[in-house]
């Protein structure tokens, strides 16, 4: 399960992942499958294909990995909150409106994109992707396929995403520990660049509540906060738009928050890191190892003033 997206490993395909599954007799092989029910109560599997080309080759977190140590501030401020208070997430009915300056609004329901996103093509791909400290083997379809979708007007600069909000529910929006809907945002050509997905899976199956289910957003070379989880709506704007983690403490969380080892967080260094699992700390790389994907967005920006 770990070896899922080396390169060498051609056992990748979800179905031959869950047929071996069902022949290892070991108790191993066992805990894990109950493991797995008990997370993805929705057992829906779907469909994909591989992507090698924008995958790491490195081991993949565990299922219980990434499932037990979260952060999602709506179901808690504790890395173990949002698997404790995943239940207090409702997906039913889940709509994303896509609006603001585009020829195109429309809104997804959750089959939309769990079955007949409107390409009316298989577009999931399987992704291993660094970030945050884990490898997560992501299922989803890159941002700029909704992009061509929504056909941006020349006034769009920037992408608006917001997260659910369900006060009523979600325990951590009764308290006002952030501004809440969670809003994040990117600038358009960032928005566009291969490496940004929307996911809608792991490990073979829709989403964990606890990590965004139905659909959250993943910006491998920026910090985790970017990643917004549970979107509910996507708009295409003119001016750089507020961001949750921004409004609560400025001097601290910028808009672009690339990753960068060179520019500490007024409170802590960002030059080393802890993969979830590992004892010993990496070297943080700039933009977390994407650089060659990336690094032309910010040519002759003061990445110090712009952080
Ligand atoms: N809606 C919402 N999205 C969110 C957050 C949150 O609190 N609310 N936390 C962010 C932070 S700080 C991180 S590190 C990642 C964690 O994603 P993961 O739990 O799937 O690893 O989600 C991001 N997306
Ligand atoms: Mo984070």
């Known amino acids: 399960m770990s070896k899922y997206c080396l390169k060498e490993n051609n056992v990748t ?16 092989a066992f805990s894990l499958l109950t493991f797995s029910n008990l997370v993805f109560p929705n057992t829906k599997s779907l469909s994909f294909s591989k992507d090698l080309k924008y995958s790491t080759n490195e081991q993949t977190n565990t299922l219980k990995q990434i499932t037990s140590y979260n952060n999602f501030y709506e179901l808690g ?3 173990r909150d949002p698997m404790i208070n995943a239940d207090k997430l409702n997906t039913n009915n889940w709509q994303v409106t896509i609006d603001g300056e585009v020829e195109n609004k429309f809104t997804l329901d959750t089959d939309d994109f769990t079955k007949k996103f409107p390409l009316e093509e298989r ?16 299922i989803g379809f890159e941002l700029n396929h909704l992009i061509k979708l929504a056909k941006p007007t020349y006034k769009a ?5 917001e997260s659910v ?10 308290r006002d520990t ?17 490496l940004t997905i929307l996911s809608v899976g792991l490990y073979g199956r829709l989403l964990p509540n606890q990590n965004g289910s139905p659909i959250r957003l993943i910006v491998p070379w920026k910090y ?23 409004l609560e403490a400025p001097k601290e969380y910028g808009f672009y928050s ?50």
């Not at 577009?123 to 992501?138: D, H, K, T």
């Not at 600069?157 to 995403?161: L, M, T």
């Not at 985790?224 to 961001?243: A, C, H, L, Q, Y």
């Open 165 to 174: 909000y369900d006060p009523e529910n979600l325990p951590g929006q009764k």
């Open 224 to 246: 985790g906060f970017k990643s917004i989880k549970s979107i509910k709506r996507i708009s295409f704007v003119e001016n750089m738009p507020d961001t949750s983690w921004n």
């Open 123 to 138: 577009i999931y791909r399987l992704r291993c992707v660094e970030a945050w400290s884990m490898v997560v083997p992501w």
């Open 77 to 79: 401020s504790g890395k």
């Open 258 to 307: 690339n990753v960068n080892p060179y520019v500490s967080h007024p409170r802590w260094s960002q030059k080393r890191e802890r993969r979830i699992g590992e004892f010993r700390k990496r070297e943080t790389l700039m933009y977390n190892g994407y650089a060659d994907n990336v690094a032309h967005l910010y040519e002759g920006m003061d990445l110090k003033k712009y952080f």
């Open 13 to 28: 395909d979800e179905k031959l992942f869950h047929q071996r599954r069902a022949i290892i007799k070991s108790s191993i």
């Open 157 to 161: 600069k920037y992408i608006s995403f």
């Open 178 to 194: 952030l501004a809440w809907p969670y809003r994040e945002g990117l600038r358009l050509d960032e928005a566009r660049n291969p």
